[in-house]
């Protein structure tokens, strides 16, 4: 059995590689029948167990997994404390429309932005851990390949001395010819399991690397969703002092504040005539316009808009929103979008200018006419690029946003910096989501 005994001095590098591949693969240590016996003695080489070192190896990995579930731990924690807060907020809404419940709820919706901007600062840094364990099980990993080349090199160099001695000699050795064709056969299927064992190195190498790029992709999404909410948070601030200042006004008298709401009752009535007025004429205005002005060059829409503002911070007052009737007594027709003061507005599509309302520190806004009897209006703005009877291109700068209790264009009725945006359609307000594409 001397051909036997010559292989056998493979035997050790080849168990080697299968203990490593079984390190890093369990299910693939399944398929191997073949001898172990090598296993025990001689696991890693002097070299190899450096390179481990080096990398940090597993006790490094242990500790990065022990820090991730920390962190999800608090994660866990900011969740919790989430949901009593909306609980909260909801028992606070439910108390009716005084100043007060406002400010509560006001209290209620910063205490949110700042558990959403501590819980994604947390969600960061747990991401910053997941990338630096897998950058760890790719250090590993490549010391894995390296070591199993290293290995494959010295099993192809035994195959080709081995292959050096005379058919002969082997035919010799062995007993019987079938002997001699097994043991060739043999060798076949280790170096093909040899070259399998490296290959689904490499396929792990390219999933570790696979998923360090999906982890810098969530990093960066977290990193915008952060920057977000610090702007959201500053929304609610300049909201909740607008709502403080008006408190002081009202001398913490509710009686204050039923004539506050009674004042923009009637600005709302005024305003809402108004436009009523407007949007009968606005037909016989455009036609008037398109016969005695040869420059008039108005092209009526298909009925579709844009945003006239990004809507980043979604949407604090919906078409018809219960809340807003709780509130302020009446409905609402239109679409509350929270943004900073002085935002710019575009058109959302081609227009007609029919009326910029300057009301001073009262409630200012601007009326779009697209054609076909579809009309958009914004309400709070603190200033207007357009007048009547200008014609502007979807996406053109009209104006800029207001909102902020006792700033130009607010009026009584305002819950803090945010676009007022309505649609109407031949005079009826219709909800302007359907007109906006998806959020
Ligand atoms: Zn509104």
Do not use: C
């Amino acid at each position: 059995m001397k051909l036997h005994r010559s292989y056998g001095s493979i035997g050790i590098p080849v168990a080697v590689l299968f203990a490593a591949a079984l390190f890093v693969s369990p299910a693939l240590g399944q398929t191997q029948d073949h001898d172990h016996s090598h296993e025990d003695e001689y696991p890693f080489g002097h070299e190899e167990a450096d390179i481990l070192e080096a990398a940090g190896g597993p006790e490094n990995l242990e500790e990065l997994n022990r820090r991730i579930g920390d962190q999800k731990e608090r994660i866990e924690d900011i969740e919790g404390r989430q949901e009593q807060l909306e609980k909260d907020i909801e028992t606070a809404k439910a108390e009716g429309a005084t100043l007060r419940t406002h400010i509560a709820v006001l209290d209620g919706e910063i205490e949110r932005t700042q558990l959403s901007i501590e819980k994604t600062g947390e969600e960061i840094s747990q991401t910053d851990l997941e990338i630096l364990k897998v950058e760890e099980e790719i250090t590993i990993q490549e010391s894995d390949i390296a070591r199993s080349r290293k290995i494959l090199g010295e099993f192809i160099r035994e195959l080709y001395k081995s292959d050096q001695a005379s058919t002969l000699e082997i035919l010799l050795a062995n007993e019987s010819l079938s002997d001699f064709l097994d043991a060739r056969h043999s060798t076949q299927v280790l170096e093909e399991e040899t070259q399998l064992a490296l290959t689904e190195l490499n396929v792990l190498l390219e999933e570790l690397q696979w998923q360090e790029r999906v982890l810098e992709t969530k990093q960066e999404t977290l990193t915008q969703l952060k920057g977000r909410l610090d702007d959201e948070k500053a929304i609610l601030d300049e909201e909740k002092s607008g709502k403080q200042s008006l408190l002081a006004v009202t001398e913490e008298q509710e009686a204050n504040y039923e004539e506050l709401l009674a004042q923009a009752q009637t600005e709302h009535r005024n305003a809402e005539a108004e436009i009523s007025a407007l949007e009968s004429d606005i037909k016989k205005i455009i036609e008037q316009e398109r016969n005695t002005n040869p420059d008039f060059n108005f092209v009526p829409g298909d009925g579709t808009l844009s945003w006239p503002i990004n809507p980043i911070h979604g949407i604090s007052a919906y078409f018809d929103d219960p809340d807003y009737i709780r509130f302020f007594g009446v409905p609402h027709g239109a679409i509350d979008v929270p943004t900073p003061q002085n935002t710019a507005i575009h058109a959302p599509a081609d227009a007609y200018v029919v009326k910029y309302r300057n009301a001073g520190l009262g409630y200012s806004y601007i009326l779009l006419s697209h054609g076909n009897g579809l009309t958009t209006l914004y309400g709070h703005v603190t200033g207007s690029y357009v007048t009547a009877g200008d014609t502007v291109k979807a996406g053109d700068v009209i104006g800029l946003t207001g909102g902020t209790p006792g700033t130009p264009g607010a009026g009584y009725r305002t819950t803090g910096p945010h676009l007022h945006f309505e649609t109407r359609l031949n005079g009826t307000k219709v909800n302007p989501l359907n007109y906006l594409p998806s959020l």
